[in-house]
């Protein structure tokens, strides 16, 4: 399984960011399948996000709260992350894994920036 975040590098506060994980060498769907999403601030430790699970039901960290949505194209075996209302604290790499594995993304950097 090999994964490949993309996503805009840099947004300006208050903005929306998106983010797409590219999945190949398996399926999004594989029974007891999640796909998170786990970021890294500067300095700091890992962070997780949220997932999707391989029937589409979606888990979110607290902290997020109603800022984050998760979602999947089944047929282009892709997922997404989006989050709105970012902050200059959102600055962090963002990494797409298949929880409970060791395949991870090679991570995208996103900075909040005016």
């Known amino acids: 399984v090999q994964l490949q975040e993309s996503g805009p590098g840099l947004v300006k506060p208050s903005q929306t960011l998106s983010l797409t994980c590219a999945v190949s060498?398996?399926?999004?769907?594989?029974?007891?399948?999640?796909w998170s999403w786990i970021r890294q601030p500067p300095g700091k430790g890992l962070e997780w996000i949220g997932d999707?699970?391989?029937?589409?039901?979606?888990y979110y960290n607290s902290s997020i709260k109603s800022r984050g949505a998760i979602s999947r194209d089944v047929g282009t075996k892709t997922v997404y992350l989006r989050m709105s209302n970012l902050a200059f604290e959102d600055t962090a790499v963002y990494y797409c894994?298949?929880?409970?594995?060791?395949?991870w993304g090679q991570g995208t950097q996103v900075t909040v920036s005016s």
């Open positions: 894994h298949l929880e409970g594995s060791d395949y």
């Open positions: 060498g398996g399926s999004i769907t594989t029974d007891y399948y999640a």
């Open positions: 999707i699970t391989y029937s589409g039901t979606t």
